[in-house]
Structures are given as C-alpha cells and as structure tokens.
C-alpha cells in the first residue's frame, strides 16, 4: 500500500524525506517555514488538477456511472484527491504554527529580519496564518464531500425545520 502511493505520487516520497532532514539543517526555522508556504502554495494546483480530470472524464466518456460507497460518480482518485488536499493544507499550517511558536518574531526573510520586522508586518503575517486555519471548515462544501456528506445532512435538517 505504501509503495503504491509512493508511485502515484512521487513527490510526497521527497517531501517526507525533506522533512525528516530538516533537524540537520543549520537554519531549520526557515527551512521548515519554506516546505509549509511550498505546500500552500501546491494544495490549490493539485486539487484544481485532479478536479479537471474528474469533470474531464465524467463528461468525455458516455458511460452511465454507477452509484458507489462514495456517492454518485465520483471516482476513487477524486476522494484520494480531496484527503491528499486536505493533508497538505492541515501539514502547511502545522508546519508554520510551529515556525510561529519557535521564532514568533520571525518574517519571511529568517533571523534577519527578527529586529527591523514592524508591528504591521507580523501582524498581518498572524492574520494570514489565522485565515488559512480559519479555511478548513470549507473542505465540508468541497465537491465530493458536500455531495457525500454536507448535501444530505442539510436536507435532513432542512425537512425537520420545515415541519
């Protein structure tokens, strides 16, 4: 299983591998807080990717789909995906809260910057990060949990109000 995942994505073998030598890099603050901003930057390519192929193949080829475990037409690399998405962006935030919580004072630039960083600066540094956290009740309205899970809970809900 682990091999297999290590084939279809290759990359994430590089980055583990990244992150665990990140103890023995001299200025592991900044490193740490590069691999966590490359991640954010990535989960939106990745997922806008894989969401392109699901509507292309969904809508290229005139076969009826068939209603699965994990809702209707959507196929398994869509949900393999969206948690793969989801992964990043909870490991993104984590790796820069610990950034925050070991060199609070710290910028983009490192050490560096500790001392001429301004108030405004780091302040909207923490803003950012508390958007970015604030942003995973989202991945409820995300395609193929909202149709799985959130659509149907709100139906429900809908009905007994409605009564």
């Known amino acids: 299983d ?13 980055l583990t591998e990244l992150i665990t030598n990140a103890s023995s890099s001299k200025n592991k603050v900044l490193y740490v807080y590069a691999v966590g901003e490359i991640l954010n930057i990535l989960r939106p390519l ?10 292309t193949q969904r809508f290229s080829t005139p076969q009826i789909q068939k209603r699965s475990l994990f809702g209707s037409c959507y196929t398994y690399r869509i949900w393999i995906a969206y948690w793969v998405s989801l992964a990043m962006d909870l490991i993104s935030n984590r790796l820069l809260r610990n950034v925050q919580e070991v060199a609070p004072t710290h910028g983009r630039r490192g050490a560096s910057q500790q001392a001429s960083a301004s108030p405004s600066a780091s302040q909207a540094s923490l803003d950012e990060l508390e958007w970015r956290r604030s942003r995973h009740g989202l991945y409820l309205l995300r ?16 009905r007994i109000i409605s009564k």
Request: charged fraction near 20%; proline fraction near 8%; aromatic fraction near 18%.
């Open 2 to 14: 682990k091999a297999a995942i290590q084939s279809r994505h290759p990359w994430l073998t590089r």
């Open 46 to 55: 990745y997922w806008s990717r894989a969401e392109a192929r699901q509507w």
């Open 143 to 158: 395609s193929p949990m909202y149709e799985f899970a959130t659509r149907p809970v709100a139906v429900f809900l809908g």
